[in-house]
């Protein structure tokens, strides 16, 4: 199977360190934040990887470059701007072929296992659903999460006319598998964000999930960054 790192986020909220730095190449205990998944991916036999990226992109494809060093084959997906997560998958269709792949967002830390991937992504290839989403438990900066699972479905969605009990809603932590049908429908160099092809398909009862119990960060913020350098410095081998 193949996994897309997104990397083609601006990283607002993480200025002035993303001004000259792209967000997936800051580092965490020495090492970028793109880098901890793409070692996870091979460790779990997943080497074909899609990069995408926009702002200051040149500077991942010259610290990552064609993944020989990890161990994987990378192909990069450019994107002249940042065309949000739906539309920068759209982009990079043609390289990710038509079976179901996964995408993970390269602005996070989570120790899911991703051996767990491969099965997962031939389980949803052999049946209806658009995508299997892993969810987590809501960060103290989004305590009311994104979505509702029972058992293995996705039920359910925040929207600003609808408040759900937070305690019923899991975050997405930005790891998901998808079919390719999900996003072909969107024109290629399109701006699509990825919240309202999910809604449509809930709505259809057309996505699975799963809830993931262990670490998980969204390094948003300098101050997330910090905290996650010191965590993984103290419990480094």
């Known amino acids: 199977m193949k996994a897309m790192l997104l990397a ?3 990283g607002e909220r993480m200025r002035p360190l993303t001004d000259h730095t ?17 070692e996870k991916l091979v460790a779990a036999g997943i080497t074909e990887l899609i990069i995408n990226h926009a702002h200051l992109g040149a ?10 060093q990890f161990g ?8 002249t701007a940042a065309l949000e997560t739906a539309g920068g998958i759209a982009q990079a269709l043609p390289l990710l072929d038509d079976r179901c792949f996964a995408v993970i967002n ?23 659903d658009d995508a299997h989403l892993i969810l987590v438990d809501n960060p103290e900066h989004h305590p009311d999460g994104d979505f509702c699972l029972t ?22 932590s930005g790891i998901g598998l998808y ?12 701006i699509a964000p990825l919240a309202p092809l999910l809604r449509k398909s809930i709505v259809k009862n057309k996505v699975s999930g799963e809830y ?23 419990t480094k081998p």
């Open 72 to 79: 994987a084959q990378i192909t990069y997906s450019p994107e």
């Open 8 to 10: 083609a986020g601006r």
């Open 212 to 234: 993931h119990s262990g670490t998980w960060i969204d390094v948003g913020t300098p101050q997330r960054l910090e905290t996650l350098d010191r965590q993984l410095r103290t």
């Open 151 to 172: 058992a293995n479905r996705i039920t359910s969605f925040r929207t600003p006319s609808v408040t759900l009990h937070p305690a019923s809603c899991l975050t997405f």
């Open 59 to 68: 500077q991942i494809e010259t610290a990552l470059g064609n993944g020989h």
């Open 22 to 38: 792209p967000k997936p190449l800051l580092k965490v205990a020495d090492k970028a934040l793109i880098v901890w998944h793409i």
């Open 179 to 190: 079919h390719p049908r999900f996003f072909s429908p969107i024109p290629r160099g399109s």
């Open 106 to 128: 390269s602005d996070i830390y989570c120790d899911y296992d991703f051996n767990r991937l491969p099965d997962c992504a031939a389980a949803l290839h052999f049946c209806d």
